[in-house]
């Protein structure tokens, strides 16, 4: 079935310089992991001619950027899927993982819809400020996945440690934290993201806060790019501290590590998290076929974190695979969505290979314990 597209996208297409450089050489569909041979470039045709097939294949897309990186022209093929998601959820057409993915940020500012009063119970007995604790230069902004998923809440309580022992300034929301949007905005909800960034920007009005740290590369993202808020990386502090840090315990293990599509090819972020890895005692780094640039997305990003990817090809299972092709021990990542997704992946084909967090890497190192 062909639809035609509103008068309003269709002007908004006609707008969008990027898209009338394509020329239809298609490197974004061939170097897209997850295409099914039908986006980006059929999707784009589509679109230039004012016409879209159906907004199946759509939703297949990551926003990883990875066709962005290969295209000649620099149509940005991503940002045309993007515009696609927001015509479907304008017009309520999202498949059902989606809609729940929103419905629950919706409702209760977080992709798995737990409450809003789950988000501080990490903290208990750690020693934690609160924003009404003491004063702070820095809002610690936690994230959702670091904050509330029971498999990355063990990174944040070591997150909390270093931070206290390195007596860093910083405080942060608890209970009254909410959702960034990163996610919501990549899926096209530009009405729900505006929402989130109105009431996230009224809770730092109201304590003052003027800089912020965070784990997240989702939420480092969006308080960068969309916010235009100063924002530090954990990884960024614990690097510059990194005098102050005392790495005692040897990681005698191979370790290769997966580049992020939000630190990577969204920020430029390469060697930061790896320039890290090296300073780890008896830690041997190697590289994946797939890294840098050319990493591949776990599939956790546009609201897939709740569920799980939803396409026929699942890019955190070749992950794992070019991770043991390698011989890793383990797999490194910067990114609770990554560490969620891989470790699933690792457990579905029985890999030999551990997920950490390169603050677990760390915090061992520093402590001896924690893994």
Known sequence: MVEVMS???QERVIKHDDLMRCYQCGNCTAICPVSDGRFPRRLIAYMRWGRIESFEEVWLCLQCK?????????????VAMQTLKRFSVENGSVPPHIGEFLMNVYRRRNPWGYSRMKRGEWMKGLNVPTVKDRDFEWLWFVGCANSLDSRVTGVTEKIARILNDLEFSYAVLGGEEGCCGNDVKRVGEDGLFELLMEENFKIFKRYGVKRIITHSPHCYNTFKNDYNLEVKLFLEVLYELMDEIKLKHEFNKVVTYHDSCFLGRYNGIYELPREILKSVPGLKL?????NR???ICCGGGCGNIAVGY???????IMRIKEALDVNADVLAVACPFCKIMLEEASKSVNGDIRVLDIVEIIYYSMYGEGL
């Open 286 to 290: 190697v590289e994946m076929k797939s």
């Open 293 to 295: 640039k050319l990493s």
């Open 7 to 9: 008068r309003d996208l």
């Open 310 to 316: 939803q396409g026929r090809v699942q890019p955190s």
């Open 66 to 78: 990875l066709c962005d990186e290969f295209c000649p022209r620099d149509a940005n093929p991503s």
